[in-house]
């Protein structure tokens, strides 16, 4: 198997979960190269359940290694809960590899995103409240604890005292919140350094092993590429870099290991969090695309904002992303519209363009110029094949990939692993 990156094209939620646990099964590794716990990653084995967190979707592929490498960031509290649950569903952890580099999540930096968020009021972005962001600030400010500094009790101890006492000082004179007591943090800190420690290492050498051997290795995105800090719609995005190239700055691998580029995109769109979304259908079709899709957020909960499948993203993401192929997932979701719509161009202060403006923010109306096709009416949850889909659903699947400019790697039809017609493998 060539190594692979499995990335979100649009603003995550895509089920790269789904895509990743099918494709676990031909690769040696799966790395989750960005983000922390406010992914959210479904896979749904027959009737069973399972959401990842920070988890790697290939774990329950017991000849897998899992790494969570250098560019995500950890909660130990959430990985140790996700690490039980497993063990108790009888899936084999052992192979489960944290990067002593990666930065972790601590209890004040869900604290502070809760904090600012409330301070943003109106203007807030409407983050996952996992701490990420604050996790990602203290490491650009290079303040950060990492994991290897967290499962060294001297170190740590050197290390929170000094954090404490400096997001104490923020905490009071910014947010006018009452202080952390060090000793309560440094007990719940020590509590799940204990859960993790067996698995951490210097992951880098690891993954660039299995990059020069076969089968390879499979780099699991989270997010999405509009959530991406530098490439997404800034300032509504997350605080990493879930675009492909994350893959090889999150891991240490080099862009020449990277064969192939996976973009997984749903036969719509979904946003949660504020932003600019121009394809949002707050309406009969959004309510439609809702409940026979389930939108409601893995992490959170919260309803997902829902509308038409929007091509100028996908191209965007194409570009950004150099993706190879395009896995189109939740078609069936679409199935009962008399019409299908997908945006092909924006209509932007009056004049019309096919590319994504550099900067969506600073544009007063985005209007999408859109392609009706008719819909259809059949369940298609069984199909197996491209050739077994109702026809205006083929026609659909065909205009994506021409409009897209992408070649279709896989249709999802269902959130079981078996619905998932692979055109490439
Ligand atoms: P991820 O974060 O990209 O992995 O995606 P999520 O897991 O947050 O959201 C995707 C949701 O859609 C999950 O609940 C999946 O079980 C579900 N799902 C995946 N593929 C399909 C599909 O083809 N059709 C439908 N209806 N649901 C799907
Ligand atoms: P997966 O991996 C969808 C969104 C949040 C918010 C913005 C910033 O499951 O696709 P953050 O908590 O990261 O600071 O929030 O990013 N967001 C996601 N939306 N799927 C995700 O992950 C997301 N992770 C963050 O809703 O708009
Ligand atoms: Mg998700």
């Given at each position: 198997m060539p190594n692979r990156v499995v990335v979100g094209a649009q603003w995550g939620d895509e089920a790269k979960g789904k895509i990743v646990d099918c494709l676990a099964e031909s690769a040696a590794m799966v790395v989750r190269y960005s983000g922390g716990s406010n992914a959210g990653h479904t896979v749904m084995v027959g009737e069973e359940k399972f959401k990842f967190f920070l988890m790697p979707a290939g774990i329950l592929h017991p000849h897998v290694t899992c790494v969570l490498a250098d560019g995500a960031v950890v909660d130990p509290g959430v990985l140790a809960e996700e690490i039980r649950d497993l063990k108790r569903r009888g899936i084999d952890v052992s192979r489960l590899r944290i990067s002593a580099n990666a930065h972790v999540i601590m209890p004040y930096h869900r604290l502070l995103d809760e904090l600012e968020e409330s301070r943003k009021?109106?203007?807030?972005?409407?983050?996952?409240?996992?701490?990420v962001g604050p996790a990602y600030v203290d490491k650009a400010a290079r303040t950060g604890i990492r994991v290897g500094e967290l499962i060294d009790s001297n170190r740590f101890r050197v290390r929170i005292t000094h954090a404490i006492n400096e997001k104490n000082r923020i905490l009071s004179r910014l947010y006018d919140a009452p202080p952390l007591n060090l000793d309560e943090v440094l007990a719940e800190c020590e509590e799940q350094a204990k859960d993790i420690r067996p698995f951490v290492t210097h992951t880098a050498p690891l993954v660039a092993e299995a990059a020069a051997s076969e089968p390879g290795v499979l780099f699991e995105g989270a997010q999405g590429t509009l959530l991406d800090i530098d490439h997404g719609t800034y300032p509504f995005v997350t605080s990493s870099h879930p675009v492909a190239g994350g893959a090889c700055i999150g891991t240490g691998v080099g862009p020449t290991a990277i064969h192939q580029v996976i973009g997984v995109s749903k036969a719509y769109t979904t946003r949660v969090g504020a932003g600019v979304f121009p394809t949002e259908q707050c309406n009969e079709i959004g309510d439609h695309i809702r409940e026979r899709g389930a939108e409601y957020g893995t992490t959170t909960g919260r309803p997902r904002r829902c509308g038409w499948l929007d091509t100028v993203i996908l191209r965007y993401s194409a570009m950004v992303n150099g993706l190879s192929s395009l896995a189109l997932n939740?078609?069936?979701?679409?199935?009962?519209?008399?019409e299908v719509k997908i945006a092909v161009a924006y209509r932007i202060d009056g004049a019309e363009t096919s590319f994504l403006p550099g900067d969506l923010s600073n544009c007063n109306e985005i209007e999408p110029v859109y392609e009706t096709l008719p819909g259809w009416d059949e369940e298609i949850g069984q199909c197996e094949s491209l050739a077994s889909l109702p026809r205006n659903a083929r026609r659909y699947v065909e205009r994506v990939e021409q409009l897209a400019g992408i070649p279709i790697f896989s249709v999802s039809v269902g959130p079981v692993r078996d619905q998932t017609i692979f055109l490439q493998k």
């Open positions: 009021g109106e203007g807030r972005l409407g983050t996952t409240g996992r701490g939740h078609l069936d979701v679409l199935s009962g519209l008399d």
